[in-house]
T-cell receptor
């Protein structure tokens, strides 16, 4: 049972374009929604996170949009760069245990 | 601050041997988490520890797996009598009290042959 569903599985974007990754969750008790970036051979690194009392959060080129009624949240990467090519994971938690999506492999073409 | 240190980076064990994975959290972090990542999958929670205490081990297999975070020294994830299905990347993360944002180590890649 996948409590956090992530799509798409893979994404190809041209340099300068917008990358959009979506996640949906089931458990209404979740109260913390982070996005992580992972490069090959490395551990995940926290990119940005949001709480359900906020509908949008922006940090640099990265924006989380959160829709509590639809139980969905998304990551937008503006002006995507080749260096953004990585695997992106959404996650959700209530408490300290994170439940992860299966990841999106993003490739940004130069 | 050296970040979360995991060692070894790569570990090869034969079926039936024991694997010991070590994790030193960031300075000032008293919470440690272990996650397992299988190829093409997201991370799966295994265990959450504070110094000398296991807080949540709901993701740990009932047999062969154990974890500790002693008063002194690193956190240890121990897998006894390894099987091929244990082959995965094991990630440790740490966080300070009162903060949900983890910092992950680079992982230990366990291969069981």
């Amino acid at each position: 049972q996948q409590q956090v569903k992530q799509s798409p599985q893979s994404l190809i974007v041209q340099k300068g374009g917008i990358s959009i990754i979506n996640c949906a969750y089931e458990n209404t008790a979740f109260d913390y929604f982070p996005w992580y970036q992972q490069f090959p051979g490395k551990g995940p690194a926290l990119l940005i996170a949001i709480r359900p009392d906020v509908s949008e959060k922006k940090e640099g080129r990265f924006t989380i949009s959160f829709n509590k009624s639809a139980k969905q949240f998304s990551l937008h990467i503006m002006d995507s760069q080749p260096g953004d090519s990585a695997t992106y994971f959404c996650a959700a938690s209530s408490g300290r245990k994170l439940i992860w999506g299966l990841g999106t492999s993003l490739a940004v073409n130069p | 601050n050296a970040g979360v240190m995991q060692n070894p980076r790569h570990l090869v064990r034969r079926r039936g041997q024991e694997a010991r994975l070590r994790c030193s959290p960031m300075k000032g972090h008293s919470h440690v988490y272990w996650y397992r990542q299988l190829p093409e999958e997201g991370l799966k929670f295994m265990v959450y520890l504070q110094k000398e205490n296991i807080i949540d081990e709901s993701g740990m297999p009932k047999e062969r797996f154990s974890a500790e975070f002693p008063k002194e020294g690193p956190s240890i994830l121990r897998i006894q009598q390894v099987v091929r299905g244990d082959s995965a990347a094991y990630f440790c993360a740490s966080s300070p009290p009162g903060y949900y944002g983890y910092t992950f180590g680079s992982g230990t890649r366990l291969t069981v042959v």
